[in-house]
């Protein structure tokens, strides 16, 4: 049975939508432009450092990053991401959001930094302070996505919650964008400013001096929108769900969420004693009771979150190689250094701007009136369908009149990853686990996620080389084929959907309600005191 709210939670579930809400999303949103941006951005360079520090001027064709090299490069960052969402999701429970969440951008901005330096100009310096400052880098960015979903999850109200976390979410989508358009700005003009032939005109000439400059500025420029919000996201208070029902606090929730609403709220201390020594608000993570009441729910989230991150990383990071594949970026000795950049740049920003970002804003508009659970099932199959569609006639598609219909239809697969699992997966969690384990089993989830994105970023490096030996990238052993690594991807979004059914909708629900953090105890008599509605 439920139990009264407290006044300070239940004002924050009816508040009608003010200037804070959309203030909270801009400042947590930031963070995600910032980690999307920073994430993503490697995959514009990496052909790039293949050219600058491994040509071998006797090849007939530019030189890529070894293997081993491109493994590090594309995946150093996922496995610090990966880090940093259990550490910090569940440091988010310990010490606050709030307090954490400055912790995760000033690690974000240094390492940002830090990433486009180098000790040295010889190859093996180079890609190790890469790799060592891009871990740090992912460990900071990791941390932020627990806390951002946390934070949003927790300033707002009932009706338009879904919105305003996948709004946080969406601006991953500006994110990437935002590095593609960094990328072809900064190609464009060092390829202006210094001329160089295609790699089969001149070997040596193709590669100008200055194309260091390049990759260096384009990963150190994601640093700027995390330092420009830092300020702010300073001055946000801590959310009074943890001040209450974490900290126990009840007159720092109240003065909080007093000044944040603009309505006197009352600091109900007896209540809120009475309300954290229930039961069903004491257990822990590794206990019976949480398996038995969350269980099964952390598996849902887990699982899709780690099927998804599977497809959608491959996709992201290695479009480019699809995109070779097919003929729509020139062959690379057909280039020269600084020019290839500017196609992958503009490849990816044109998938950005058509379908990822569209999709993302769906999701935003349509979660609460369709729901999470409807929008994550609609989106993996949707996802299978156009995989299956690009990889059944693959052959089909490589033929050059066909060219444009296979980037239509790969644009959909991820239009409906956006409006689909790659938003609801970030939303769910933030909304179905107690408060005292919020930001934990956000991360846990979130960690699921990147073990796949690992999976896919490291897995398609070898499954996309062609079965043919001679017509691998250099250093790579044949591998499945492109057509095969995308019947692949069909078959794991396929069983994303099977594992959407463990997942809970939680739409139109205060936090309480979803976690039964506001259920009586069995037994329990029911309180004889009135509820009181806090005018907003």
Partial sequence: MAKEQLGVLNALDVAKTQLYHFTAIVIAGMGFFTDAYDLFCISLVTKLLGRIYYTDLNQPKPGTLPPNVAAAVNGVALCGTLAG????????????????????????????????????????????????FRFWLGFGIGGDYPLSATIMSEYANKKTRGAFIAAVFAMQGFGILGGGIVALIVSTAFDHSFKAPAYSVDRAASLAPQADFVWRIILMVGALPAALTYYWRMKMPETARYTALVAKNAKQAASDMSKVLQVEVEAEEEKLEKFTQEKSNTFGLFTKQFARRHGLHLLGTTSTWFLLDIAFYSQNLFQKDIFSAIGWIPKAERMNAINEVYRIARAQTLIAMCSTVPGYW???????????????????????????????????????????????????????????????????????FPARLRSTCHGISAAAGKAGAIVGAFGFLYAAQSKDPTKTDAGYPPGIGVKNSLIMLGVINFFGMVFTLLVPESKGKSLEELTGENEEEEGAGQQATSTRTVPV
């Fill in 85 to 132: 969402q259990l550490f910090f999701g569940w440091l988010g429970d310990k010490l606050g959001r709030k307090r954490v969440y400055g912790i995760t951008l000033v690690l974000m901005v240094l390492c940002s930094v830090a990433s486009g330096l180098s000790f040295s100009d010889h190859p093996k310096g180079v890609i190790s302070t890469l790799c060592f």
């Fill in 362 to 432: 769906f999701t935003v508009f349509l979660i609460d009136y369709l729901g999470r659970f409807a929008i994550q099932l609609m989106g993996f199959f949707f996802m299978t369908v156009f995989m299956f569609a690009l990889a059944i006639p693959y052959h089909h598609w490589t033929l050059k009149p066909n060219r444009i219909a296979f980037v239509v239809i790969y644009s959909f697969t991820f239009f409906f990853a956006n409006f689909g699992p790659n938003a609801t997966t970030f939303v769910v969690p933030a909304e179905i």
